[in-house]
């Protein structure tokens, strides 16, 4: 009896584990050389322009060479890793809901955490990006605007979850919300995206990349990848381990 | 003959605390069944499990035969809750309300069906009245009209007695009285008294686990309240 | 006592059998009229509470030009008042459910839950609309009174439909979810308001467009209504399909 309830105790350090030590620091010399690449090895490429000539920063712009480009090379990996983590997060609270096992609610409530400091470094660099190539800090453009909305989502799902005591509950509601944010946020691109604007100017960027800005994309998104997966198993391993202390209590009580 | 209930190693887990812990019983049909024990021990879960409300994390039950796991729907048929919430809308009439639930487990001659149980909780002549100015007596006995509308094989009581006047109280065991024929009763109570003279077979739980199951005949009420004060003194400490 | 006894024996030959969905369904809507029909709590608080808001933007317009600030801005100001007067509606439809433990008594029903959920965002939409039917007109009246407004407005009864379908679905769905939460009143917003973001930006821009009528509106028009629809069938078949887990949960 001992041994059957000591063994469906929260349990962490399997292999992932040993894999994520060695993950988390390489992924981050990956992202630096992927910095650095941004910096030495791609090519400067035009900013956005605009249609006719507009003034921009006190300057007479249609169309420059930007170095604030470069933040593009980290902003674009940065946005999808946080999708990535969203749909983890997504992906796990249906295997909650399917068995309502704890250890799927711990999973994507980190995965969401993870997306949570994705979404927001998206943020920052694509505030500044805006600021530099617009010369406004805000602006409702398409996928600022979505990240926006995925950002209070994200907000809002951990609100949810300390608003709710009961364990079952908690994890059935963050679960369909996970889910229900999953689907939303393509619809709020696209609804963002293909509605034409009547009003603002139309702001175009010369489409395609070029192969060494594909590398340098490439190893950035790599790079961060791995350090989302190396904070991912940091924490489910915090986690775990926090829980596996609760459990051990519950036992001594009896 | 056939069980009424049978619960084989019925577990609810909350994360890694077990409200209920491998809880195995049978009851017969007819049986009035009580369940005691200290606040925390598990009973509401226990009787929202077998009332489907809860779904348990392991183990299995069988209501009427019926897998609960499997078939929750066919086993729905076959239940009635009546609990300390009314489960009645305060802004319906009585009869309204009584009809709602009528329609919606599709009983025949809904009208009809109405107007018999009201006349059974004496709530004939107050039929057209809403719910929010009845009295908390009114109310349960409107409640147990609600319960009884599909006319269910197994009846569960969840605290029923909670914020009834005594009068109230009798009137409500006459009335439960008059329902027992055929039925299969079990109970949740805090009145050890009143839940061991009413009841056919007694079950104690203490942090989950069943202490004591047995049927009244073996059992004396002296030896059986102290019993009882021991496993509450062990659930308090 | 003898009497009632056989009263009661009279009574176990009671014929029960399932009936049908649909029927369950209308069961479920007829009782939430029934009670609105009674009280009128969600529509006069829903009412009184557009009109409010409708005097609030009379203190918040009273600097625009009369003609073109304000048709560009009256579709975004319309939705605006939709979504903070569903957010009332929205958070009451289930405190009656839930004020005596009704809720619990429908889950012990043998239905299929979705049932549930299609009732109750049936007279969550009912409720919208009729409020809308008040309240549109009244912000015409207010607002758009001898301004240039084009001959096309009336198809802003398009938008107006799609978006209110699309609110009341994942309304029920949110508002089924923060009945159990503290806090729920910000808790609904909280959620709310980024989950309908596309819906509404999609409902603004149509509305906008038709109300404004410039020339080629209709290139707005359409695709941002076939988006409001594309996302009332998602989320409405999302909350359907996760429904039996909120509500059971």
């Known amino acids: 009896m001992a041994g059957e309830k000591t063994s469906k105790l929260p349990e962490a350090g399997q292999w992932p584990d040993r894999l994520a030590a060695v993950l988390l620091p390489l992924g981050a010399v990956v992202s630096v050389i992927g910095f650095l690449m941004?910096?030495?090895?791609?090519?400067?490429?035009?900013g956005a322009s605009v249609e006719g000539v507009e003034l921009i920063g006190g300057q007479m712009i249609n169309t420059k060479l930007l170095i604030s480009q470069k933040i593009f090379y980290f902003h674009m990996p940065v946005a999808l890793v946080s999708f990535i983590a969203l749909a983890f997060g997504a992906y796990y609270g249906a295997r909650f809901l399917a068995t309502k096992q704890q250890r799927f609610d711990t999973c994507s409530k980190i995965a969401m955490e993870i997306a949570l400091v994705f979404v927001v470094a998206t943020m920052a660099t694509g505030e500044m990006w805006t600021r530099f190539e617009w010369g406004v800090w805000w602006y409702w453009e398409p996928r600022l605007t979505t990240y926006l909305v995925l950002m209070l989502i994200v907000i809002a799902y951990f609100i949810l979850r300390n608003a709710i005591d009961d364990f079952e509950r908690r994890g059935v509601y963050a679960a369909v919300i996970s889910i229900v944010s999953l689907v939303d946020v393509p619809i709020c691109f696209m609804v963002t995206r293909m509605i034409p604007s009547s009003v603002h100017p139309v702001v175009l960027r010369a489409g395609g990349m070029s192969g060494d800005m594909g590398m340098t994309v490439a190893v950035c998104m790599v790079g961060l990848l791995m350090v989302a997966f190396g904070l991912y198993r940091a924490r489910f391993r915090q986690v775990r381990m926090a829980e596996r202390v609760e459990a051990l209590k519950e036992l001594l009580d009896e | 003959m056939e069980a009424a209930i049978r619960a084989q190693k019925l577990t609810k887990a909350f994360g890694t605390r077990k409200a209920v812990d491998r809880v195995t019983f049978e009851v017969p049909c007819g049986a009035f069944l009580s369940i005691f024990g200290p606040n925390g021990a598990g009973k509401t879960t226990l009787l929202r499990m077998l009332s489907t409300l809860v779904r348990p994390t392991k183990g299995e039950a069988w209501l009427m035969g019926i897998d609960m796991r499997e078939e929750p729907d066919c086993a729905r048929e076959?239940?009635?809750?009546?609990?300390?919430?009314?489960?009645?809308?305060?802004?319906?009439?009585?009869?309204?309300?009584?009809?709602?639930?009528?329609?919606?487990?599709?009983?025949?001659?809904?009208?009809?069906?109405?107007?018999?149980?009201?006349?059974?909780?004496?709530?004939?002549?107050?039929?057209?009245?809403?719910?929010?100015?009845f009295s908390r007596g009114m109310t349960q006995r409107l409640s147990i009209a609600r319960a009884l509308i599909h006319n269910p094989d197994v009846v569960f009581l969840d605290e029923p007695y909670s914020g009834l006047d005594p009068h109230a109280v009798e009137i409500f065991d006459e009335l439960i009285d008059a329902q027992r024929a055929g039925r299969t009763f079990v109970m949740v109570s805090h009145d050890l008294r009143k839940g061991f003279d009413m009841c056919t077979h007694a079950l104690v739980m203490a942090k989950g686990h069943i202490v004591t199951f047995d049927e009244k005949g073996n059992l004396d009420f002296g030896e059986f309240a102290d019993l009882y004060r021991a496993t509450v003194g062990m659930g308090v400490s | 006592m003898a009497e009632r006894m056989q009263t009661a024996r009279a009574q176990r030959t009671v014929e029960v059998s399932r009936p049908s969905t649909f029927s369950q369904y209308k069961a479920l809507l007829r009782k939430d009229l029934e009670q609105e029909f009674r009280t009128k709590e969600m529509l006069t608080s829903m009412g009184i509470y557009a009109l409010l808001v409708l005097v609030v933007y009379g203190a918040a317009l009273g600097q625009t030009s009369?003609?073109?600030?304000?048709?560009q801005m009256c579709g975004?100001?319309?939705?605006?008042?939709?979504?903070?007067?569903?957010?009332?509606?929205?958070?009451?439809?289930?405190?009656?459910e839930k004020e005596q433990g009704c809720l619990e008594g429908i889950l012990l029903v043998p239905l299929d839950r979705s049932v549930v959920f299609l009732a109750k965002a049936t007279s969550n939409l009912l409720f919208l609309l009729a409020v809308e039917v008040v309240a549109v007109p009244l912000f015409f009246f207010f607002f758009l009174q001898g301004t240039s407004v084009a001959s096309s407005f009336w198809l802003m009864v398009v938008p107006l439909l799609v978006g209110t379908v699309g609110v009341a679905g994942i309304g029920t769905l949110l508002s089924t979810i923060t009945i159990n939460t503290r806090g729920k009143d910000v808790m609904l917003a909280v959620l709310f308001i980024p989950l309908v973001f596309p819906l509404l930006y999609a409902c603004?821009?149509?509305?906008?467009?038709?109300?404004?009528?410039?020339?080629?509106?209709?290139?707005?028009?359409?695709?941002?209504?076939?988006?409001?629809?594309g996302y009332d069938v998602v989320m409405v078949l999302v909350s359907w399909v996760l429904y039996d887990y909120v509500v059971s949960a």
């Open chain 3, 76 to 96: 975004g100001l319309l939705w605006a008042l939709i979504v903070f007067t569903s957010l009332l509606g929205l958070n009451r439809s289930f405190s009656h």
């Open chain 3, 204 to 229: 603004v821009s149509s509305t906008t467009a038709v109300i404004v009528g410039a020339e080629g509106f209709m290139d707005v028009f359409v695709p941002a209504i076939a988006l409001a629809a």
């Open chain 2, 78 to 133: 076959h239940i009635g809750l009546i609990s300390h919430n009314s489960m009645l809308y305060p802004d319906l009439t009585a009869e309204e309300n009584l009809m709602v639930y009528a329609r919606l487990y599709g009983v025949h001659n809904p009208e009809q069906r109405v107007l018999d149980m009201l006349e059974a909780v004496e709530l004939k002549h107050r039929r057209h009245d809403v719910v929010r100015t």
């Open chain 3, 66 to 71: 009369k003609d073109l600030d304000i048709l």
């Open chain 1, 38 to 46: 941004a910096f030495l090895y791609a090519a400067p490429v035009n």
